[in-house]
């Protein structure tokens, strides 16, 4: 149980590591069109791209894992709340996104539904 919990962390953070890696990129390639490289040949060059690959390989591993002692009706839920969760507290400390009070709220909402959903 105890090892299934930590690769269920490690792939909630590397899955979560993945979309910023792709926000970075997608920033990065917005500001190269300006100057006209094309954005496609820019995702394969792009360290952040490669990032995100590995970081989305990784959690694969780490979450096939997961299924092996978990429930796909549990775990899969668990793993996508968590990784909507971090994501979004991520993306408002790092990229400065805002949030409205109504989707703060959903945040709130959210984390509770997760709390009550995995209270074994």
């Known amino acids: 149980m105890r090892v299934t919990f930590v690769m269920m962390i490690i792939s909630i953070i ?10 970075y ?8 069109a300006k100057v006209n490289l094309s954005p496609i040949r820019f995702f394969h060059l792009s360290p952040f791209f490669a990032a995100a ?18 429930n796909l009706n549990f775990a899969f839920p668990v793993m996508n709340t968590c990784v909507y ?12 996104e805002r949030y409205t009070a109504l989707q703060g709220a959903g945040f709130l909402i959210t984390l509770v539904g997760l709390t009550l959903f995995a209270w074994r």
Do not use: P, Q
Not at 14 to 23: F, G, P, Q, R, T
Not at 56 to 61: E, M, N, P, Q
């Open 14 to 23: 590397v899955n979560s590591m993945a979309h910023i890696c792709l926000k």
């Open 25 to 32: 990129n997608a920033t990065s390639t917005a500001a190269l």
């Open 85 to 96: 969760l971090v994501v979004g507290a991520l993306s408002f400390l790092l990229f400065s």
């Open 53 to 70: 690959l590995l970081c989305f390989a990784t959690s694969l591993v780490c979450y096939a894992k997961v299924l092996e002692r978990w």
